[in-house]
């Protein structure tokens, strides 16, 4: 059998070796209960509350600000009823393009009748419409959760956070930022950036699964979201995700050192398919802004619509080659992606691939040609 060639980054990253041998001892010797009194427990709570400081270092944060949670999904649902029930914002604005984890919750609420619900519009290319926000900012005096994420996890598109940021400083609102796709891949400085929440899911930056941060800016008292134990300083009850969150401050470490070069060897990637893509087919389309103000580890690709596209992601996989159509979140479904519907009349047939340090250019060129073939 060949070798799997794996574009699907977004979704899930492989687990750094390195990160593999932090986490080896809290798997095995390591057991303790961080709340135990005993030494076997101290040890494990020590390692949390070094972990912690580590984390809010790299983020510029305070470590009583830094949370672990199971993953992004919990972080944001988190922050989202945090904002409507102990911090009382009554009227929610998202776009509709964001996560499943964000649109799911504010419609469960806006349901619910514990806020209302709005949308603010996108420009053509996908972006935010920053002047929409704020012409709805200043529209109604009531206490406003502005919840945006960083990068969307579909086409890429990046929201300026400090200029959402100072939009909701200026009108008094909440504002969240879905930071997922860019926590372990950006330089982000919480000391210059007014936000209330951000998120992380420690798979998304070759860490485990099932481990996730929340921000919350020490301007914000909220209420626990799971209800039980003591743990996380009272806001978080269940036993800690030790082996979790060993390995999320790993990845997040090594992210954070290897970042320039990473991220420069990453988006030569994506720049060197997208070129091949556009000389190898015609009537081919990038979604959202790809040359712009876009991750350097995705790329949102349309392809002409007919039966042999249709069929492009099956054959892709029965050839070894793993991609998505569009969120991993939804993969299962057939109703096509939320956020190509929201931003694209024409029919296509859409596949995103997204890139690691583990990608090459010789994978970039095998999947090409199969595509070629197939198409």
Partial sequence: ???????????????????????????????????????????????????????????????????????????????????????????????????HATLHTVEFIEKNQEASLEFVKLLPDGHIDLVDLETRLQASPVKTLVTLMHANNEIGNITDLHT?????????????ADTVQTVGHFTIDLSTTH??????????FHGPKGIGLLYISQRNKI????????????????????????????????????HAADSTYILSLKKYMKGKLADSIPGIVFNGDPDGNSLYTVLSVGFPHNEKSEMLLFNLDIHHICVSGGSACSSGANQGSHVINALITEKQSTVRFSFSKYNTKEEIDQTVEKIKQLL
């Fill in 164 to 176: 959402v940021g100072e939009l909701c400083k200026k009108y008094g609102a909440i504002f969240h």
């Fill in 1 to 99: 059998m060949n070798p799997r060639i794996y574009f699907d980054n977004a979704a899930t990253t492989p687990i750094d070796p390195a990160v593999v041998q932090e986490m080896l001892p809290y798997l095995s010797t390591h057991f303790g209960n961080p709340s135990s009194i005993y030494s076997y427990g101290r040890e494990n709570r020590l390692a949390i509350e070094k972990a912690r400081k580590s984390v809010a270092s790299i983020l510029k944060a305070q470590p009583a600000e830094i949370f672990f949670t199971s993953g992004g999904t919990e972080s944001s649902n988190t922050a989202i009823f945090s904002a409507v029930r102990t911090l009382n914002c009554k009227r929610i604005i998202t776009s509709p393009i964001e996560h």
């Fill in 223 to 258: 209420n626990p979201f799971i209800h039980g134990g003591g743990q996380e300083r009272n806001m978080r009850a269940g036993t800690e995700n030790i082996y979790g969150i060993i390995g999320f401050t790993k990845a997040l470490e090594l992210a954070n050192e290897n």
């Fill in 195 to 204: 936000v209330d929440f951000i998120t992380g899911a420690g798979h998304k």
